[in-house]
């Protein structure tokens, strides 16, 4: 697809936005709100270090992610990730309605998940089609009829009790988030049903990407090979050929991947000292953890805050 010189220049100016500016109590990691997009209200290109799920209540426009552009219309439905960078584009008179919940993997606890036996939905719906860049747009769930109706009145629920804020709104949202989630991972297995990809191949991509979803969501916690296999009922002969096989990675190179990366977020947002962002992530030797970080970045924990610990992205309303 050839890219217009609009889109040639998107990553260039790029607002990164917070979860401060939007969720001011740390200990509730969610914000929802509604608005309209039209060409006279178009948002400047973001990410941001939070989840967003977006649900296009009515109209259609284009949407502008990480380059490219997608035609998006009424019951599309589709997360953007931290880090991934997107905006909206319309044409004269036209315009979307569009729901925004932001929320980060902290908000569910993973003990609840594990009381109601929906851990595996949870993964499979993050990971599943929302965390590939090459399937997200050919697999965006649309939505019409009575799954419609359920996912608005889901939104709806979440908005009036975040609104109000009454007594237990915080269960009742995190409960309809589940079920918002649940539905949806629903939705997507029956379409991949209905389209037929069932392949080896195809459950394997899933398996690694459930499997590198779980690993996301608990890089702070100790994790050995024995229990990723035994969580997805996996040999360790089966589990490392088949993430090699899809990925290029070993499990190991993986999970140092991903909290490296979380570690470069607390460095550069935070004054904590080495040996407890070290702790943040997993490791509990502040010596290899500082060993590793350089040999993955470059430069010590140290030098990669002096360089980015001030870089922070402006304050942008999200849409």
């Not at 967003?52 to 502008?64: I, K, P």
């Amino acid at each position: 697809m050839m890219k217009t010189e609009a889109e040639e220049g998107f990553v260039h100016m790029v607002y990164l936005l917070r979860q401060s500016q939007f969720m001011k109590d740390k200990q509730i990691p969610f914000w929802i709100n509604r608005c309209i997009h039209n060409q006279h209200n178009i948002p400047t290109a973001h990410a941001h270090d939070f989840i967003e799920l977006v649900y296009v209540v009515s109209g259609q426009a284009e949407h502008v992610f990480e380059g490219e552009s997608y035609r998006i219309q009424a019951g599309d439905v589709f997360i953007i990730n931290p880090g991934e960078v997107h905006t909206y584009r319309t044409k004269p008179g036209e315009g979307i309605e569009i729901i925004n919940c932001l929320f980060t993997p902290e908000l569910i606890h993973e003990s609840l998940l594990k009381e109601l036996g929906v851990s595996q939905s949870m993964d499979y719906y993050y990971v599943h089609p929302f965390l590939n860049p090459r399937e997200r747009f050919h697999h965006r769930l649309n939505l019409m009829g009575q799954a419609a109706n359920t996912v608005l009145t889901l939104f709806e629920t979440m908005m009036t009790e975040w609104e109000h804020h009454r007594p237990g709104y915080l269960t009742i949202i995190k409960l309809q988030l589940l079920q918002l989630l649940i539905l949806l991972s629903r939705c997507y297995a029956d379409s991949e049903t209905k389209e037929k990809k069932s392949s080896r191949s195809a459950n394997h991509s899933i398996l690694v990407r459930r499997i590198t979803g779980f690993l996301e969501r608990h890089f702070d916690k100790k994790m050995t090979i024995p229990d990723l296999c035994e969580l997805f009922n996996l040999s360790s002969r089966q589990l490392n050929r088949v993430f090699k096989q899809e990925t290029n990675q070993t499990v190991t190179e993986r999970i140092h991947e991903i909290r490296i990366d979380r570690a470069k977020q607390y460095l550069a947002e935070s004054d904590e000292k080495v040996i407890h962002v070290a702790q943040r992530v997993g490791y509990e030797d502040p010596a290899f953890f500082t060993q590793l970080f350089r040999r993955k970045v470059g430069c010590s924990p140290g030098q990669y805050r002096d360089l980015h610990g001030e870089v922070l992205g402006g304050a942008q309303e999200v849409h």
